[in-house]
């Protein structure tokens, strides 16, 4: 009865704080025409030949989306959704994997805004099991390691900008932690069983790390400990932190980690080329119907939803407009610049990349280079070949949703980007 309780008023609490209205009040994304935001509607066209050109061959079903200044000026579906031709509609429901990771950081940050924490305090401050964290030295041939300890705390900041020297499991670059990882039992991304991320990361917290924290860049598990690190923080599941806190105020209907049933006919299979013919993926270490079957219990804050290119938009017109969309404040825009701030210093050196606390940052030296966007445009992708993109000095958004798996010549994602950039006309 205490715990019911408990749950009830953080459920309160929290409806209390789901949104804040904001003196600034921009406009919800609609359509428009490109002339009406500056861009050229015969050089949009161009996007859609490429598409038009790249379904069969390298790819077999693709959703664009381009929009400038609050306004979508390019929005298509363009081939099949599953291996039996179903046509690919533009309202589609893709696996966007690790485009969850800036969703988890925005959840962290508004709970930072509220002086809940400090980025730089150590994460065992709220979980403990990250006490004394130590750093592999060695592996024998049996698979017994040895470790020495760490220099420093892993803190909220190394897990947001991973630096904290955690890995991946599966998809690590390393085979030794690939090992470590699967001998301990660790839930890399995405499951269908019944498992909660407090258990996965509860396990992780007693593995041995990449290096000491803050010292490299290692694409990490971090942002599935911080999604436990909300619901610890918040007192929901994170899930339900999600759809209060940021998804019903942007709007974001068809984003989740496991879809209603009423959604899941919308859900895009995940495909493959065998004997030159697209067929449905087989699964691997995951199933890749988890977001429609299973449990349902495991809310990656790395990996974990799916969604629609119209809410995706959504998310990233949020963060253009500085941190507010249809008069609804999700953070600051104080905060918003330091989310776009470069965090991890000289560690990326001499590259075209900068890295903040949500997302990847492109610097002088990419903006130079050409067909990146403009200093500042931040951009991921996800593991089922999905691709984002948002520039600040332009005003523009593009995405690029896709859903394969072991494919080699798909060139779409880079085509995309430069065919977006080459499209503004004012």
Not at 275 to 288: G, H, I, L, M, P
Request: glycine fraction near 8%; hydrophobic fraction near 40%; aromatic fraction near 12%.
């Amino acid at each position: 009865m205490k715990n019911f309780i408990l749950f009830l008023f953080a459920v309160f609490t929290l409806n209390g704080l789901a949104q804040t209205k904001s003196i600034k009040k921009s406009p919800l994304l609609t359509e428009a025409t490109a002339s009406s935001v500056g861009m050229s509607e015969e050089r949009l066209a161009r996007i859609d030949a490429m598409c038009n050109e790249a379904i069969g061959s390298q790819v077999p079903g693709i959703v664009a989306l381009v929009a400038r200044k609050g306004k979508i000026v390019f929005y298509k579906a363009y081939g099949t959704a599953d291996a039996s031709g179903k046509v690919l509609k533009k309202d589609a429901i893709f696996r966007i994997a690790s485009q969850t990771k800036a969703i988890t950081s925005t959840a962290v940050m508004m709970l930072w805004e509220e002086g809940k924490f400090k980025l730089d305090d150590p994460i065992s401050n709220y979980i403990p099991e990250f006490k004394n964290e130590q750093v592999l030295d060695s592996v024998l041939k049996d698979g017994k390691y040895f470790t020495v300890a760490a220099k420093n705390p892993i803190t909220i900041r190394h897990l947001l900008t991973h630096t904290s020297g955690i890995g991946y499991g599966v998809i690590d670059v390393d085979p030794r932690f690939k090992k470590i990882y699967d001998d301990a039992g660790i839930t890399d991304l995405f499951t269908t069983e019944k498992i909660t991320i407090a258990e996965s990361v509860k396990k992780l917290a007693k593995l041995p790390l990449h290096h000491h924290p803050g010292e490299k860049f290692t694409y990490s598990e971090g942002l599935d400990v911080l999604g436990y690190f909300i619901e610890i923080m918040s007192g929901l599941p994170l899930d339900d932190f999600f759809r209060t806190r940021i998804l019903d105020p942007l709007g974001m209907n068809d984003t989740w980690f496991y879809l209603p049933q009423s959604l899941e006919n919308r859900l895009v299979a995940v495909q493959s080329k065998k004997n030159d013919q697209w067929v449905n993926y087989a699964a691997t270490f995951y199933d890749t119907d988890y977001p429609k079957k299973g449990a349902k219990h495991f809310f990656s804050g790395g990996a974990g939803l799916s969604s629609t290119a119209k809410d995706y938009a959504a998310f990233l017109q949020m963060y253009l407009n500085k941190g507010e969309l249809d008069g609804v404040r999700i953070l600051s825009r104080t905060t918003v610049d330091v989310i776009m701030a470069n965090q991890i210093g000289t560690i990326w050196e001499g590259g075209e990349s900068n890295y903040g606390l949500a997302f990847s940052l492109i610097n002088d030296n990419g903006e130079d280079k050409g067909g990146k966007g403009s200093m500042d445009t931040f951009e991921w992708g996800g593991y089922f070949n999905t691709q984002y993109f948002a520039d600040p000095q332009e005003q523009v958004i593009g995405i690029l949703l896709k859903q394969t798996q072991a494919i080699k010549n798909d060139e779409t994602a880079w085509k995309f980007r430069q065919l977006v950039g080459q499209s503004i006309d004012d």
